[in-house]
């Protein structure tokens, strides 16, 4: 981690691991205590009243836990009567919601929410502050999104029969514009989501380093002076040397301290501690997470987290239990409903549409075919599979995850695609023998049984 030299912002932060106070850092829940996660709800419209085959028997999973999380990636507003407008920056579509999908997401069972993703501020502030009006309304916990960092930042709870729950929420993907931030002086504090900055790095070869100094050396304006002979820094853009080329990332130290204490913070008033992050790194096109991943999913464990899901690159990646505590890489989809979803002026322009001719729907699946930047299409049938989760604690013990695949309807048409069903069997152990061979490198071992994956941690994965 690079060090910090614009503020003093971390010389306070304490060891994640070695603090001793009421409510330490261990798990403590009431017997049988079950978390049900999913990954990205991308849902605009109310669905439990709906045809949707199938997903009678996803609702009930969700039904039968004490908790039931997902990250909502959408703004809850009427646009009839919607204040604000779409911004200049977004997280690649204007996603918006209904504002029954409030009731129609306690009608699935979903208790707890996280909000800091590319989407929080699709509709400005106004957007941001609407969708906790109607999550409010609807006894919805969330957390992720405020007035200012302090809100942002700060784990939210959930009174359940079996534990006080906590949930923290951050994103390392954002639209730039979207970052909370507390007052200064004078100036106030700025609404918005609870950021994780990290610093993108491409390695390369030494040849190729050598080529691109060159090109740096020749470029009009360059002055030189004492630099590291392994790196260059080219049009914003740093390269390094290393064994294989790629993307490297630093996190932020200001932004993991702020995480860490409010993690801290969250698992001192609570007895189960839920971290979560939206972060699409190094791209939807990968199956394995970013190089700074594992080391930070650690530290959050070390923190006080019980569980730590990561979501955003809309397919799996693999799982770890780590001291006895279950990390996600990423739970992919769960819902890519995308039907009530105006396009914004700026998505018609980018996609090379006409608003006068083309429709929103036009739009959006030109989206989804195109992919973001180099990522492949998100019509790829791996964007449209993905598991739900049911994490069962014993005498504060990890003692199973059972892992359902499930599908989204890829092959059906638009206004029918994106909602989940329990995959049929050969697909469903295609799903679950992907998710073997990508847990893999992180020492876990899936079974199958009767179609659904099992993880029953051994006594040295609590350690």
């Not at 605009?44 to 009243?49: A, F, I, M």
């Not at 200012?148 to 959930?158: E, K, P, T, V, Y």
């Not at 973001?372 to 599979?385: A, N």
């Not at 909602?419 to 847990?439: C, E, H, N, W, Y």
Request: proline content about 6%.
């Amino acid at each position: 981690m690079k060090k910090n030299s614009h503020n003093n912002c971390c010389h306070s932060a304490k060891q994640d691991s070695s603090y001793d106070v009421v409510g330490s850092i261990a798990t403590n829940v009431a017997d049988g205590f079950t978390m049900v996660a999913v990954g990205d709800l991308l849902v605009t419209r109310p669905l439990t009243k709906g045809q949707h085959p199938g997903f009678d028997t996803i609702i009930k999973i969700l039904h039968d836990a004490d908790v039931t999380f997902g990250n909502i990636e959408t703004n809850i507003f009427d646009i009839r009567s919607f204040k604000g407008s779409p911004q200049a920056e977004y997280g690649g579509a204007y996603v918006t919601s209904l504002p029954e999908l409030g009731p129609d997401l306690k009608a699935m069972g979903f208790n707890i929410v996280s909000r800091a993703n590319n989407h929080s501020l699709d509709w400005g502030v106004e957007g941001m502050r609407e969708t906790s009006r109607v999550l409010d309304q609807n006894g919805i916990v969330h957390a992720g999104a405020g007035e200012n960092l302090a809100q942002a930042g700060a784990a939210r709870f959930l009174e359940t029969a079996r534990g006080r729950v906590a949930l923290l929420s951050f994103a390392s993907t954002f639209t730039p514009l979207s970052r909370a931030a507390d007052p200064a002086g004078e100036a106030p504090g700025r609404p918005g989501l609870n950021a994780l900055r990290l610093a993108r790095s491409i390695v390369v070869t030494p040849d190729m380093l050598e080529s691109l100094r060159l090109i740096r050396n020749a470029l009009p304006g360059f002055r030189p002076g004492v630099e590291d002979p392994s790196r260059v820094e080219l049009a914003g853009v740093t390269y390094k040397t290393g064994d294989k080329i790629g993307y490297t990332y630093e996190a932020d130290p200001c932004d993991v301290a702020a995480i860490m204490r409010n993690v801290r913070r969250g698992k001192q008033f609570a007895d189960f501690c839920i971290v979560t992050n939206h972060g699409h790194e190094p791209g939807n096109w990968s199956q394995e997470p970013p190089d700074y991943a594992q080391w930070f999913a650690h530290r959050l464990i070390d923190a006080g987290a019980d569980a730590y899901v990561v979501h955003g690159p809309h397919q799996l990646r693999g799982i770890e239990i780590y001291k006895g505590r279950p990390i996600f890489y990423s739970l992919g989809n769960f819902i890519m409903d995308n039907l009530h979803t105006p396009a914004g002026a700026d998505m018609f322009t980018a996609y090379g549409k006409d608003p006068r001719v083309d429709t929103d729907a036009e739009v959006t699946v030109e989206e989804m075919a195109r992919g973001y930047e180099t990522d492949p299409g998100l019509s790829d049938p791996i964007f449209y599979e993905s598991i739900v989760t049911i994490i069962r604690f014993e005498q504060n013990q990890l003692a199973e995850l059972r892992l359902y695949p499930i599908e989204l309807g890829r092959s059906m048409r638009f206004a029918n695609r994106g909602i989940p069903r329990v995959a049929p069997t050969p697909q469903g152990k295609a799903i679950l023998d992907r998710l073997q061979t990508l847990s893999k490198p992180f020492g876990t071992r899936i079974a199958i049984a009767k179609d659904v994956g099992v993880i029953r941690p051994g006594p040295s994965s609590r350690r």
